[in-house]
């Protein structure tokens, strides 16, 4: 149960087309990732899911089931909102037994499941206070809990994390990840925190302007970007993009046919004997790493990130070199060519 | 280059105020010399305490004194102390509740029609304004030409309203006329007690209901739209949407309109007295109409006894009053 089908997607709102032939496989119990820059199209496509809007054009499938023109209450799924959209009227427990009263579901069950949830999410002691009375973390927690308490076929949670501090969202990440290890449930998850998408995903899904760019388990992702909006979507700092002439000393064995650029991750270049000629202009000393922003005599820009500390001032020039394994390969229209193996 | 041009409009503006501003600076300084901080203070207030003492704390004060003097003199000094006269002649009555059987028995017609007068209008444009404000709040065409449609009663003159009804509703109105056109039997709006107490009810309604409407409408924007989708996400009929998450948020709002419709219900004069005059009878005489004619209007005007009804209704709008205070404290807090 929870296996979603997008077919042929689009949507408009007037002439203006906010997704663009969308077509996905979600399966059971996978964990999908929907990331891309703001405005892309992610929260649209949730929606679209969760049938709270209806698309243009197309078909949403939920287990072999065309549910296109089903409403969102009927298709089983629940939802997580960013803002949380708890009732901020109603205590935590109201919260949580509101949609179950709606199923005329019985009390004791209902009862039941709510402290089944509340044990499992560790808000017990919170169940009779109101919203407005929890902290940002616990409100995230009552909204997951109201999702689960419906025992749905599958959660869409759009950018839960986003209105949490930095380190409350890296503890609720690890939360959200072991939960959906619990529940063995499908997840479609929009966030545009790539590493929120790379350490809880099973397949990401990359969107930019309303179109699918690609979709790949997280290191794939990595490892093998299909096109040059990938390449410097994930990973932080993003990849450099050189010409073919800039890169030249890193390209040993020459380049494959039409390559037009190469690409290589400032955490893949490393000091060397010969490479790239690095004239330093700004030196971030983060600790753990070193991070060089430079140009090479062509005046193009790089960015080399560098374990530990290293003695470098602004002015200083540095070779750096790269394993041609980590080198990437794209053509004049930005797509991926692969090295000859 | 439109900045440019306000500078110079700002500059042709700034002139005589600055006239103005020099030209009192030196008796100014003079007075703080003389009087100090608390000097200034009092000066700036001044403009406002004059008006508001002038129109409202003096003739309060003027009007207790003429509630326990007698006579039918305007001139204070020309009346003469009676005491409490004019509240025990209001007050006495075998039974509250029946009029015929108080010494004033048109005060207590009018009691009683206020109050009634009050509970079904106020109920009424709860209700009314409540749905006006879903409606206009929904996605239907031409929405802010229906919100403004709505508002513009209630920048009419209420004298305006009673007349433009008046002219609708009287035996040769319009809708009697319209009827006739229509065969069906014209009926004397304004002259039957029920159809009468309907019009008075209802052009008021009419008049007031768009500015209580606004309110509601700012209200149910203020409630957040996930909400309502996290309702649909879960499956919530219509009806349960609005008794559990419409009605429970918007109460506040709902309750601020209760009373300011309540202290306006309790006071209503303009638009009734113009559309019905009180009639037919006495039947839509109410409380306002009872002070100006027993103090004003009548061939044996008594100003005390006039004075003595309007305190006691003062009384019982300084408790709307103080409940809407504490109501707004209260919201502000929760
Ligand atoms: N109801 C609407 N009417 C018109 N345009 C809309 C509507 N909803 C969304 N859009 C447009 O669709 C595009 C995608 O919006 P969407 O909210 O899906 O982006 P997003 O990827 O979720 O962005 P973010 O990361 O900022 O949340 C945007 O350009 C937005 O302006
Ligand atoms: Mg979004």
Same mark, same amino acid.
């Given at each position: ?341 | ?139 239907? &065409? =031409? $929405?802010? +030409?229906? !919100? ?10 209420? *004298? @305006?309203?009673? %007349? ?73 009929? &219509? =009806? $349960?949407? +609005?008794? !559990? ?10 309750? *601020? @309109?209760?009373? %300011? ?74």
């Amino acid at each position: 149960m929870g296996q979603i089908r997008l077919e042929g997607l689009y949507k408009r709102f007037g002439v203006h087309e906010v997704l663009t032939d969308i077509n996905l496989e979600v399966d059971e119990g996978e964990l999908c990732v929907f990331v891309g820059p703001s405005g892309c199209g992610k929260s649209t496509l949730l929606r679209q899911i969760s049938g709270l809007d209806q698309p243009s054009e197309g078909k949403v499938f939920i287990d072999g089931k065309d549910v296109t023109r089903v409403s969102a209450a009927d298709r089983g799924l629940a939802m997580v909102f960013q803002s949380y959209a708890l009732y901020p009227h109603m205590t935590v427990r109201q919260n949580l037994a509101f949609g179950l009263q709606n199923m005329k579901m019985p009390r004791a069950e209902i009862d039941r499941r709510i402290a089944d949830v509340s044990r499992m999410l560790e808000i017990e002691p919170l169940i009779a206070r109101r919203p407005g009375q929890l902290s940002g973390g616990q409100r995230q927690r009552v909204a997951i809990g109201r999702a689960i308490v419906r025992d749905p076929t599958a959660f869409l949670l759009d950018e839960p994390l986003s209105n949490l501090d930095a380190e409350l969202r890296v503890s609720m990440r690890a939360e959200l990840a072991a939960l959906h290890a619990r529940l063995g449930a499908t997840m479609i998850y929009v966030t545009h925190d790539q590493i929120e998408a790379m350490t809880l995903a099973d397949r990401i899904v990359v969107l930019r302007l309303g179109r699918i760019e690609q979709v790949a388990a997280p290191l794939d992702l990595f490892d093998r970007p299909v096109n040059r909006f990938v390449a410097g979507f994930i990973g932080a700092p993003s990849m450099n993009f050189l010409s073919v002439a800039d890169a030249a000393p890193l390209l040993g064995g020459g380049t494959p046919d039409g390559v037009a650029i190469v690409g290589v991750r400032p955490q893949h270049l490393v000091r060397a004997e010969k490479g790239l000629e690095l004239c330093a202009t700004l030196v971030e000393a983060l600790g753990t790493e070193t991070v060089i922003h430079g140009t090479l005599a062509s005046g193009a820009r790089l960015l080399a990130t560098v374990a530990g500390h290293l003695k470098v001032a602004p002015g200083d020039r540095l070779t750096l070199g790269a394993n041609p394994e980590q080198l990437h390969f794209f053509n004049a229209n930005d797509q991926r060519v692969d090295a000859i193996a | 280059m439109s900045f440019a041009l306000a500078n110079t409009i700002g500059a042709v503006f700034a002139a005589p105020v600055r006239w103005l501003a020099a030209s009192i600076d030196a008796p100014l300084r003079l007075w703080q010399r003389l009087t100090g901080k608390g000097g200034m203070i009092a000066f700036f207030l001044m403009p406002n305490i004059i008006v508001f003492g002038t129109f409202v704390i003096i003739p309060l004060f003027i009007n207790f004194a003429y509630s326990v003097t007698g006579g039918n003199e305007l001139f204070l000094t020309d009346r003469s102390f009676v005491g409490t006269q004019h509240f025990d002649r209001l007050l006495t009555c075998d039974n509250h509740f029946d009029p015929s059987s108080c010494r004033d028995d048109l005060f207590w017609t009018a009691v009683w029609n206020t109050a009634r007068f009050v509970v079904v209008q106020v109920t009424t444009i709860a209700i009314v304004a409540m749905g006006t404000a879903l409606i206009l709040n929904s996605k239907i &065409p =031409a $929405r802010g +030409f229906w !919100r403004a449609v709505f508002f513009f009663p209630v920048l009419l003159s209420p *004298v @305006v309203v009673g %007349l433009i009804w008046r002219w609708i509703l009287q035996r040769q109105g319009l809708l009697n006329f319209v009827m006739i056109e229509m065969d069906l039997t014209p009926v004397n709006w304004l002259i039957e007690r029920d159809w009468a107490f309907v019009a008075a009810v209802g052009v008021s309604v009419w008049a007031h209901v768009g500015f209580y409407a606004l309110i509601l409408l700012a209200g149910l924007q203020a409630i957040p739209r996930d909400l309502y989708e996290a309702a649909e996400m879960d499956g919530t009929r &219509p =009806a $349960r949407v +609005f008794f !559990r998450i419409t009605l429970p948020l918007l109460w506040p709002n709902l309750l *601020v @309109v209760i009373v %300011l419709a309540l202290i306006r219900a309790v006071q209503i004069f303009d638009e009734v007295y113009v559309l019905t005059g009180g009639g037919p009878g006495t039947s839509t005489l109410y409380l306002t109409q009872y002070i100006y004619e027993i103090g004003f209007a009548s061939i044996l005007r008594n100003p005390g006894l006039a004075s003595a009804a309007s305190l006691m209704m003062g009384g019982v709008l300084i408790v709307l009053t103080l409940g809407q205070l504490g109501l707004q404290r209260w919201r502000d807090r929760a």
